[in-house]
């Protein structure tokens, strides 16, 4: 499954986004700030990039300069030639206008993930914090220890750390790892969540999976130490 990391301050053309490229089979990673994006970008390797101009702090172009390796789609109310010809001089591999139609955008990804098959982060480590996981061997480790994990466990992990600073809803949650897990519903996810803190915090006694009430669950970005 391929990964396209959707970088724009505006929630509602993220969220379209977001939710039409799950639809079309993508796992989707998010940033809304050119800072954030940079960040994002430390710790996963997306197959595709779409990136607004307009950002807060550091600007689009600003982290277009960031990214090696990586097709580069801009999405932007710009629609100056000059500024298409600019960018697309300095890297980026294709220019988007908005407003865009949404068949035309998808026909242009999937014409720049056919051009850049090596992109693939499928089988890549990722990294957050201490933690390492590799989709290749289903190993995870904390501070160089490995952690056993279910199957279950560790597609529950991997999902989160693939979008490590994103609140993940239960029910996102399990409509996007149903295709490692089938097994897991909605009355055993708790135990899973639980079960799967536990193993982390064996390994170096932090907390590192956090509850947002009543919506779901995300990677915490500064591991505490639990309250004994």
Excluded at 27 to 36: D, N
Excluded at 161 to 180: G, H, Y
Aim: a negative charge; charged letters at 25%.
């Amino acid at each position: 499954m391929k990964t396209i990391a959707v970088i724009d301050d505006d929630i509602y053309i993220g969220n379209m986004l977001e939710e039409v490229l799950i639809n079309e089979g993508y796992r989707v990673l998010r940033a809304y700030s050119g800072t954030e994006a940079v960040l994002l970008l430390s710790t996963q390797t997306p197959d595709l990039v779409l990136l607004d101009l307009m950002l807060p702090g550091m600007d689009g172009e600003q982290v277009l300069s960031h990214i090696q390796g990586i097709p580069v789609i801009i999405l932007s109310a710009k629609a100056e030639v000059d500024d298409k010809v600019r960018l697309l001089l300095v890297g980026a591999a294709d220019y988007v206008t908005k407003p865009f139609q949404v068949k035309e955008l998808l026909a242009r990804i999937t014409v720049q993930l056919r051009l850049h098959p090596k992109a693939s982060s499928e089988n890549s480590s990722i990294s957050f914090g201490q933690i390492v996981l590799s989709p290749d061997t289903h190993n995870v480790t904390v501070q160089g220890r490995s952690v056993r994990l279910t199957r279950t466990e560790f597609a529950i992990l991997k999902k989160l750390m693939q979008n490590p600073r994103q609140v993940i809803t239960k029910t996102q949650l399990l409509n996007e790892i149903s295709e490692d897990t089938p097994d897991c519903m909605e009355s055993s996810l708790k135990v899973h969540i639980s079960n799967l803190r536990r193993k982390l915090r064996e390994a170096d006694g932090k907390d590192h999976i956090e509850s947002v009430w009543g919506i779901g669950f995300k990677m915490r970005e500064e591991p505490i130490f639990p309250i004994s």
